[in-house]
């Protein structure tokens, strides 16, 4: 059977915290998970499969497809395993590619050591085949290679997404601390966030939650807005079939939406910064954008999702205004939220203290290398009745 039509195992990468949603979209898409990590899940598929998992996969950073596994104890191993793989089946003839690994060997004290070895495996096997060496360098935005060592078992992937899939390609003016596509992506999913009511997105900055909320309401693939990934540049890639593909996702996509979305900031630049990546990723006419306090930010009477995401805050300064703004938010939950699901993702669980409101749900989540929390609050009318709205005390 050809390299493009046989099964194999998929693994798809993602930050830590994420699993729980990424596992959801892929059964929805109608994968098998195999297994679950810390931040990766395997499913399994053929190569033309990934097309699909790299167009309509939210949560992921990467879709690994296996080629080869073998043991291998030492780096000289490794080299003679990787140039028995038949590369110039795989490698255009004017072909360019890359090596990234993740590497837990005791013979390798540094990973690009690895990166070499495997390198030069290719390019010796491919110059032995056709008398001429194959480029290579850093860029990812042609053949990635992805090696993975871990003891002896070593594991040989394309990636085939390229550049990884939180670089959607929408985020023209990132501003400062903006969240990861992809983050935001799982943050909107773990809000239950589906697109029938209204999302609000106070503090909104360079607009990432709001614009990923309105792709998922409007069911738009969110690889539909980049045209580049990695398996395009594997020998024998099927054109017409990945455009087709591309044309029946982008043809089920919806028009409009139910409910309103509204994003706002104090900061006119941001505003103008997520309009601008609004219309790059096409729904700036689905979000109502504006420039406000947040606590300003228009709340229609009804019910649907807020969300914020505050500064966590590094200096002691910022600490002491920040304390007053969480405590802030408590208040605008209470006063114009209701009938509404309320949000914080926040990286310091300190100010979160100061919200002053029970939390429903706690999920952990991680943005680079901070641990942060999604905080959830009910702010329904009925649930204030009964008393267990408003804390006395602080209680997260
Ligand atoms: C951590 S950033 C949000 C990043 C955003 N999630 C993104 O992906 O770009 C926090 C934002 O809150 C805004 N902000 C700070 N204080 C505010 C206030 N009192 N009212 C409204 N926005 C505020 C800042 O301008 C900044 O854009």
């Given at each position: 059977m050809s390299f493009w039509k046989s099964k194999n195992k998929i693994v798809i990468t993602c930050a830590k915290g994420v699993p729980p949603f990424l596992k959801g979209e892929i059964i929805s898409l109608g994968f098998p998970v195999l297994s679950a990590g810390m931040a990766e899940v395997e499913t399994e598929g053929t190569m033309e499969d990934t097309f699909r998992l790299n167009l309509l996969?939210?949560?992921?950073?990467r879709v690994l497809f296996l080629l080869e596994s073998f043991t291998a104890k030492t780096p000289d191993e490794l080299y003679k395993r990787i140039s028995r793989i038949s590369w110039e089946d795989y490698i255009p003839e004017d072909g360019y590619f890359s090596v990234t690994s993740s590497v837990h060997n005791p013979t390798i004290k540094d990973s690009r050591f690895a990166n070499v070895k495997c390198k030069d495996a290719v390019v010796d096997r491919i110059k032995d085949k056709r008398g001429r060496r194959p480029d290579t360098g850093p860029q990812r935005d042609r053949v990635v290679i992805h090696l993975h060592w871990r003891g002896n078992l070593c594991q040989i992937f394309f990636d085939?997404?390229?550049?990884?899939?939180?670089?959607?390609?929408?985020?023209?003016i990132p501003l400062k601390a903006p969240m990861q596509e992809t983050l935001a992506a799982a943050v909107v999913l773990a809000s239950g966030w589906k697109g029938d009511r209204n999302f609000i997105n106070p503090m909104c900055g360079s607009g990432t939650l709001a614009i990923e909320a309105a792709l998922i309401a409007l069911g738009r693939?969110?690889?539909?807005?980049?045209?580049?990934?990695?398996?395009?540049?594997?020998?024998?890639?099927d054109e017409s079939s990945w455009k087709t593909l591309r044309r029946k996702v982008r043809s089920e996509a919806k028009d409009r939406l139910n409910g309103r979305m509204i994003a706002t900031d104090i900061s006119q630049a941001a505003v103008e910064a997520a309009k601008k990546n609004a219309i790059t990723a096409g729904v700036d006419r689905f979000i109502e954008f504006g420039v406000c306090d947040f606590s300003e930010t228009p709340v229609p009477t009804g019910e649907g999702v807020v969300i914020l995401n505050p500064e966590y805050g590094e200096r002691m300064g910022e600490m002491e205004e920040l304390k007053g703004t969480y405590s802030r938010i408590g208040d605008f939950f209470k006063k114009k939220c209701q009938g509404y699901r309320g949000y914080i993702f926040t990286g310091n669980l300190d100010l979160a203290k100061k919200v002053g409101l029970r939390t429903n749900r706690r999920i952990t989540f991680f943005n680079g290398p901070i641990e942060c929390r999604l905080l959830e609050y009910d702010l329904y009318e009925g649930s204030r009745e009964k008393g267990d709205?408003?804390?006395e005390k602080s209680e997260i």
């Open positions: 996969i939210r949560t992921g950073q085939t997404s390229g550049e990884p899939l939180s670089r959607r390609g929408y985020r023209m693939a969110p690889g539909l807005l980049r045209s580049n990934y990695g398996f395009m540049h594997l020998k024998g890639f709205f408003r804390l």
